[in-house]
């Protein structure tokens, strides 16, 4: 897990857009400012954010600069933009959304699963890509005569940092 202290979220910042800009490029699609300010958003927390904490830390900041208010469908239209394209994940058990941190490029390979672990104290979020759970997956479904099109695991339990501190007490 990583340590907060320690960790340098401007350059979660600058990988994701920078990871962003080569995906949007290669596909021939537009990665607008509201939707790069709705990334930064994301990219500078390891915690998932709802599209009203998105919505009101923008309007926050286009408060500050005098700015028209955002309403909430142009959140959504930027996350269903960055959702489809593999820049973003939906965190389905908490209604929420988090930069794409594993998978560089946004290629997650088709025979991987993506796995979530999700901090019940702190609410972070640690993503990992797993083929051999891919595979195993694909191997339960196909005896089922399932075709699994999103295969996402969330895992809740506790970081190392928040194990820490409750040893501590």
């Given amino acids: ?22 995906i949007c490029a290669e596909k021939g699609v537009r990665l607008t ?14 915690v998932p954010a ?9 309007n926050k900041e286009r408060k500050e600069k005098g700015e ?18 593999g820049i973003i994940h939906r965190i389905e058990s908490r209604n929420a959304y988090v930069a794409c941190n594993e998978s560089p490029n946004g290629h997650h390979s088709h025979d991987e699963a993506t796995i979530f672990l999700l901090c019940d104290q702190c609410g972070r979020a640690a993503e990992f890509q797993s083929k051999s759970l891919g595979g195993l997956i694909e191997t339960i479904a196909s005896k089922a005569r399932f075709s699994p099109n999103a ?4 895992i809740r339990g506790l970081c190392e940092e928040c194990q820490k501190l409750q040893n501590d007490a």
């Fill in 1 to 22: 897990m990583i340590e907060l202290s320690a960790h340098d979220h401007s350059f979660c910042i600058e990988r994701v857009l920078s990871d962003a800009k080569a």
């Fill in 33 to 46: 400012d509201q939707r790069q300010s709705v990334l930064r958003i994301l990219a500078a927390s390891h």
């Fill in 50 to 58: 709802s599209a009203y904490d998105i919505l009101n830390q923008l």
């Fill in 68 to 85: 028209a208010m955002l309403a909430p469908v142009s959140i959504y239209r930027a996350l269903d933009f960055l959702l489809q394209h």
């Fill in 151 to 154: 295969p996402v695991m969330e």
